[in-house]
């Protein structure tokens, strides 16, 4: 199918690719579509929901059918056909329905930046290249943006040209533009015309021309993304230090929006079938590309335009059967004829028929043979950024198309975009001049060829929604287009409507019999066009997205057979296990160690906050819900804080280092969390507050040394310090040299035991922990065991055991809610009837009746020992569960209904088949009276 003469592809040049297993040539300069259609392979995927052959059915990015599998050089899902372009070793497939995403990290590179300039031009075809030659004129900084690998938009695919001694001739800021004058005194072609203006715009220090680059979202003040293609077109030869797409941010002082105009679709059964096209797209294969879609066509149309496409296809070979108009009296009907063209006026098409493609078309009663069937339903301004931005639409009844209005944005929108269809009118629109809002091709609006049954006349091709289902829709009392679009999903591909949004509208009118400018159209989102995950995320990806961070003593856990676990982007110790020991061995050793003999963990993760002015009291007093401000200089109070809704957001220790000056302790995931929090409430709320605070997480190595055998530890490595419960007493704190090292030792336990915290700076942290370990007395253990000893003494983990709806109260925390202060965030909350309920989740503990049986976290509770039918009424569920060396079997803790008043009862989990029976008991499960603590 490929013409011998002809198009702006590199004959000279051979690609090969591969589609469906079939292997393929093409040219530089096909996209996918054209070097399919060149080797006579029309079908290019199945619909989604029926499962029918799906044909190339458009030229650009408004392609609703032809969405393939990229599969080399890395895998990419629902891409396009039109947009790909073609390049040496592609290899794509069909799409039966879906995409499939890569089942490997994409090696490629993506990057974004950011631009400023004074004029942003969206399109480079006539109207934008025109707009952008004048702003740069002007002398300013101009940025071009277009979807296509060349400019000249519309131009490439028609063989018009401009008219003798017209365009911008020494209209540029050099005064030697294209003379619009061919070689031999005909006008300058379209596209030779656009390429000259593109090379002198380039050549310009302030304006930048973004190939292959699509404007994809407008927001507010000007601000427009957009996504560039750099690599596609290179294929596996794409150099490794070039991103395959770039995110542009762009800062615009005025925008000036080129983005022409979508031919559209009229409904008709079978109009879904491979072999019915655009007739604008077959005229870009045939002009552009140099192939002929298809050997005999019917053209079926409202407009004159689609008589210019079957000129220009006539001329390059194709058979043109017929030409069926709506319009009884249709302008170009002489010239038709004159070209030996039959022309059907008044009638309309009322089928394509075929088995799997076209070879037939019933119009007019009458069945021509035919393998393509050529539609143009009039033409839709691009209208989406406009959109996006603000910008208020119209109907206009002689376009029979949606218009800009009016925007509060400094946006102007011209060419086809608007409504001027004439190449002069698109050159003197461009340039500022203004150009005619005509008719354009001259066009009556016509949707919907009647029938009695309209099941196989589609409306959107991406979805499969026929022009019954949105009759359906309205059948059933749906009026707004917008519910009918949720409705029917006419509208939610990835193609967002672009040919059967006006359509969908358009039938819906005819339903409710009211006109299509009162039904509208749905609202217009970013992105414009499907934009990659991998390109939004550009290098803000693994370490750099999320960054793992370690501790100063990772070196030494690593060498010592640690094995890690994430938590808050630190790679923390999960437990150490020695040679023939699993999890389960490793963790009940590590916990016996803690709790008969001593045992050391690292614990720099602790989220550390300094709050610092002589406001700083006052300040906690407000965030904490107990009192901070009466702490003692050398002190440690634990406190809790609440979200205004009085649900607990976090928990830590606050210590007094000095009269102004407070160390706040926080959970590891939670320690950003809680800073943007403080400085939210301090610098929105109360910026009368004399206070400084700094984030200090990592200027701090801490150790927990924890164990009934801890103390004798600390002193040998602290000779000058008391260490006795009587001169050190729990919760306080006392600077000493330890191992030598300048520290902060803390007597704090979160594990029940007798317990040191020994802070050092980051610096010293490996030589600190070195000392502890080095009479091999001391036993290294992680998380995981942590989590097994303050579970034991019924210590609480915000967000594992609390889920945003849990108050301090529920945690049978009531002791940490200060009854002496006026106010703290949260208080009033605690007073709502909702928060006292007494079938609240509560924190209890459980024992399952097989002390062997570890619960699964999340296990649901239920009070009956057989499952009923559903609904069944859940009480509760498990938010930590382990398996405990010191109570010699497996327990829980959960949050349940009234759960402090269920001590003793027997509730039910169910796991898999099974019922398994628990008896619910307080959360304090091991040394309740906290003889421990002090050793």
């Known amino acids: 199918m490929r013409l011998s003469t002809g198009g702006l592809i590199d004959r000279g040049g051979t690609l090969r690719f591969r589609f469906d297993g079939r292997e393929l040539t093409g040219h530089p300069g096909d996209t996918l579509a054209s070097a399919l259609l060149a080797n006579g392979a029309r079908r290019a995927a199945t619909s989604v929901k029926l499962g029918r052959p799906r044909g190339i059915f458009a030229a650009g990015s408004e392609e609703p059918n032809a969405v393939v599998q990229i599969e080399r050089p890395f895998p990419e899902p629902m891409r396009p056909a039109t947009t790909v372009e073609l390049y040496d070793g592609l290899v794509a497939s069909s799409l039966p329905g879906r995409g499939r995403l890569a089942a490997e990290p994409d090696p490629a590179r993506y990057d974004a930046v950011h631009a400023h300039c004074d004029v942003l031009v969206v399109g480079a075809g006539p109207a934008g290249l025109a707009a952008a030659r004048a702003a740069a004129g002007d002398g300013a900084r101009v940025i071009l943006a277009d979807e296509q690998p060349r400019p000249g938009g519309s131009l490439l695919g028609t063989t018009e040209r401009l008219p003798t001694g017209q365009g911008p001739a020494g209209q540029g800021p050099t005064g030697q533009g294209p003379t619009g004058q061919g070689p031999a005194g005909e006008g300058l072609a379209g596209h030779e015309w656009a390429a000259a203006v593109a090379a002198e715009l380039e050549r310009l220090p302030d304006v930048r021309v973004l190939r292959r680059t699509t404007v994809f979202g407008y927001y507010d003040d000007n601000y427009l993304m957009a996504v560039e293609r750099r690599t596609n077109h290179l294929g596996a030869a794409a150099p490794a230090h070039v991103a395959r797409e770039r995110i542009w941010r762009i800062r615009a002082g005025r925008v000036v929006l080129a983005t022409g105009a979508h031919e559209r679709p009229i409904a008709f059964a079978g109009n879904d079938l491979p072999g019915v096209m655009l007739a604008g797209a077959a005229r870009t294969y045939a002009v552009r590309y140099g192939v002929l879609p298809g050997r005999r066509a019917v053209v079926f149309t409202t407009n004159d335009s689609a008589y210019e496409a079957a000129f220009d296809l006539a001329d390059a070979g194709l058979e043109v059967a ?97 409504g001027v269809f004439t190449l002069e009118g698109c050159l003197a629109d461009g340039a500022g001049e203004g150009g005619p809002v005509a008719p354009g091709p001259g066009g009556t609006p016509y949707w919907l060829v009647p029938s009695d049954d309209l099941g196989g006349h589609f409306v959107d091709l991406q979805r499969d929604v026929t022009a019954a289902d949105v009759l359906r829709a309205t059948g059933a009392g749906l009026r707004s287009v917008e519910h009918v679009k949720r409705y029917t999903t006419a509208g939610t591909a990835h193609d967002q409507g672009k040919t059967s949004g006006l359509l969908t509208s358009a039938v819906v009118a005819h339903a409710l019999g009211v006109p299509v400018g009162e039904v509208g159209i749905t609202s217009y989102r970013a992105p414009y066009t499907p934009v990659s995950f991998a390109a939004l995320a550009g290098r803000d990806r693994g370490a750099l997205h999320d960054p793992v961070r370690v501790t100063a003593l990772h070196e030494w856990h690593v060498e010592h057979g640690a094995l890690f676990e994430n938590v808050g982007q630190w790679r923390r110790p999960w437990y150490y296990p020695r040679a023939g020991e699993d999890m389960e061995a490793a963790v009940l050793r590590e916990c016996r160690a803690a709790r008969e003999d001593v045992a050391a963990m690292d614990a720099s993760t602790l989220g550390k906050i300094d709050v610092i002015g002589p406001d700083a009291g006052e300040f906690l007093d407000r965030l904490y819900t107990n009192l901070m401000s009466s702490l003692a200089v050398g002190s440690i109070r634990y406190g809790v804080m609440c979200r205004a809704d009085g649900m607990v957001f976090d928990d830590g220790t606050v210590i007094r280092l000095a009269a102004d000056h ?161 106010d703290f965030v949260g208080k009033r909350s605690h007073a709502r009837a909702d928060t006292s309920r007494p079938d609240r989740k509560q924190l209890v503990g459980l024992l399952p009746d097989d002390h062997a049986f570890l619960l699964p976290e999340g296990a649901h509770l239920v009070a009956c020992a057989e499952l009923p039918e559903p609904p069944v009424p859940m009480l509760g569920h498990v938010t930590s569960s382990y398996r405990s060396a010191a109570l010699g079997r497996t327990f829980a803790l959960a949050l349940l209904k009234g759960g402090h008043s269920r001590h003793g009862e027997r509730l039910y989990a169910p796991v898999g088949d099974a019922m398994v029976p628990v008896t619910v008991t307080s959360h304090v499960l091991y040394d309740p009276e906290g003889a421990r603590r002090d050793g």
């Open 322 to 418: 017929a030409v069926v108009d709506v319009r009884p009296s249709p302008g170009p009907a002489a010239e038709a004829r004159r070209r030996g063209i039959e022309v059907l006026a008044g009638q309309a098409v009322e089928a394509a028929r075929g088995a799997g493609e076209v070879s037939s078309v019933l119009a007019g009663g009458t069945e021509i043979a035919a393998d393509l069937l050529l539609v143009s339903g009039g033409w839709n301004p691009v209208v989406h950024l406009f959109s996006q931005a603000g910008g208020t639409l119209r109907y206009d009844e002689d376009l029979a198309a949606l218009v800009p209005g009016v925007s509060r944005q400094k946006v102007r929108v011209v060419g086809a975009a608007r």
């Open 662 to 822: 407070f160390l706040v302790t926080t959970t590891t995931g939670n320690a950003a969390a809680v800073l943007d929090w403080m400085e939210e409430w301090l610098q929105t709320e109360w910026p009368s507050l004399r206070v400084h605070l700094t984030s200090v997480t990592e200027q701090w190595a801490t150790v927990a040394l924890v164990g009934p055998r801890s103390r004798e530890v600390l002193a040998s490595l602290a000779p000058e310090l008391a260490v006795s419960a009587a001169d050190f007493p729990f919760m306080t704190w006392r600077a000493a040299e330890v191992a030598g090292i300048p520290a902060r030792v803390c007597r704090i336990s979160f594990s029940g035991e007798l317990a040191y915290e020994i802070n050092v700076t980051s610096w010293d942290g490996l030589r600190l922990w070195t000392a502890i370990m080095s009479g091999g007395r001391v036993t290294p253990y992680g998380t995981e065991t942590m989590h097994v000893l303050r579970a034991e003494k019924g210590y609480p983990i915000v967000g594992q055991d609390t889920d945003g709806t849990v108050t301090p109260q529920d945690l049978g925390m009531s002791w940490v809610v200060s009854k002496k202060k006026p």
